[in-house]
């Protein structure tokens, strides 16, 4: 049964950082490219990160760049997201989801195969 479970969500200060996990089930994840999205209350899901399959090229939105990190261990079937300097901003339900695809990650919604449920960032004082 293929799955992907996010963890590491919670509640953090604006300025303080979380490390969000994706892990993968019932799939060869090296195979697979991973993104990351999220969606906030009110507002469209958005595309925020993701990591190529074959040369773990990565790509990151504007928005979260020099502050997120997408890594992933193949060997643990697990990619991560670490978010550092968390602004109000990020709060949002956080999505990890995988494409089976061999060329550069993309942030296409609709091209990727299998999805998380989802683990909620809030960010606030």
């Known amino acids: 049964q293929v799955q992907l479970v996010e963890s590491g969500g919670g509640l953090v200060q604006p300025g303080g950082s979380l490390r969000l996990s994706c892990a993968a089930s019932?799939?060869?994840?090296?195979?697979?490219?991973i993104g990351w999205f999220r969606q906030a209350p009110g507002k469209e899901r958005e595309a925020i990160s993701c990591i190529s399959s074959i040369d773990n090229s990565t790509d990151y939105t504007d928005s979260v760049k020099g502050r997120f990190t997408i890594s992933r261990d193949n060997s643990k079937n697990t990619v991560y997201l670490q978010m550092n300097s968390l602004t109000p901003e990020d709060t949002a339900v956080y999505y990890c989801?995988?494409?089976?695809?061999?060329?550069?990650?993309?942030?296409?919604?609709?091209?990727?195969?299998?999805w998380g449920q989802g683990t909620q960032v809030t960010v606030s004082s």
């Open positions: 989801a995988a494409e089976a695809r061999l060329g550069p990650c993309h942030s296409k919604a609709d091209d990727y195969d299998y």
């Open positions: 019932g799939f060869i994840l090296p195979y697979y490219a």
